[in-house]
């Protein structure tokens, strides 16, 4: 059988649309959570976690019971914009930025919850408000943590295969991700195309993760340096 591409290009396309969407979601959810006390915060903290500890499964079944043509915003989808969540590469994002959050959500939070918090005093004592200290002391300063996450996140997404096959299934060329093409080359005795996958996707997985070894490093020796 051919070689095909296409599994590889609707990997990157769902893994970056994914990662967009969780760092747009998690910086300040991460910092509302690491600056605020309230009630029930660790009910809420643990409901923002789940999804690193549920199967796969559990969560693609969640997932269509919520974007399903009955389901709560399956109806609004369908009302308002005309379209479908399931069985499309939209569903395959959403399933992926689900997963990847957590991951994120606790990188963002611990680098902001570690920022030193004099230095965020000084710049209010300057008459710099909140929305001014958090984008000019707090992010620059957690931004190791937030690539960090960010380059986890991107992993996660690109090796999403349970919930994606549950709510966005295995359409060659439309949701056929490249963890999904692998699970049913296989199945269907094509070896070739399911090592080639294999390898492609070990590669592009372990350059993400040297790449982010390479950067803290080099972070790291800027910031002695720095201080030097």
Not at 106 to 125: W, Y
Not at 133 to 143: E, G
Request: proline residues 4%; contains cysteine; positive net charge.
């Amino acid at each position: 059988m051919e070689f095909s591409y296409i599994p590889i290009v609707l990997s990157l396309k769902v893994a970056f649309a994914a990662v967009i969407i969780v760092t747009c979601s998690s910086i300040p959810i991460a910092a509302l959570m690491a600056k605020r006390e309230f009630f029930g915060k660790d009910v809420v903290e643990s409901v923002i976690t789940l999804p690193l500890v549920l199967p796969p499964s559990v969560i693609g079944f969640m997932l269509l019971y919520v974007f399903g043509k009955n389901g709560p915003l399956g109806k609004l989808f369908e009302q308002w914009f005309h379209t479908r969540i399931v069985f499309t590469l939209t569903g395959a994002v959403i399933a992926a930025a689900v997963v990847a959050f957590p991951l994120m959500y606790q990188s963002v939070k611990v680098a902001i919850e570690n920022v030193d918090q004099n230095l965020e005093k000084a710049a209010r004592t300057l008459g710099a408000g909140e929305l001014r200290v958090f984008f000019t002391i707090t992010l620059p300063l957690a931004l190791n943590g937030i690539v960090a996450g960010l380059v986890l996140a991107f992993a996660r997404s690109l090796g999403e295969f349970g919930a994606t096959l549950m709510i966005a299934g295995n359409i060659p060329g439309k949701t056929q991700t490249m963890p999904i093409a692998i699970y049913f080359a296989n199945e269907a005795g094509d070896t070739g195309q399911a090592s080639i996958l294999v390898i492609i996707m070990t590669i592009f997985s372990f350059l993400v993760i040297y790449g982010l070894n390479r950067w803290g490093k080099g972070s790291r020796r800027d910031s002695r340096g720095g201080g030097a």
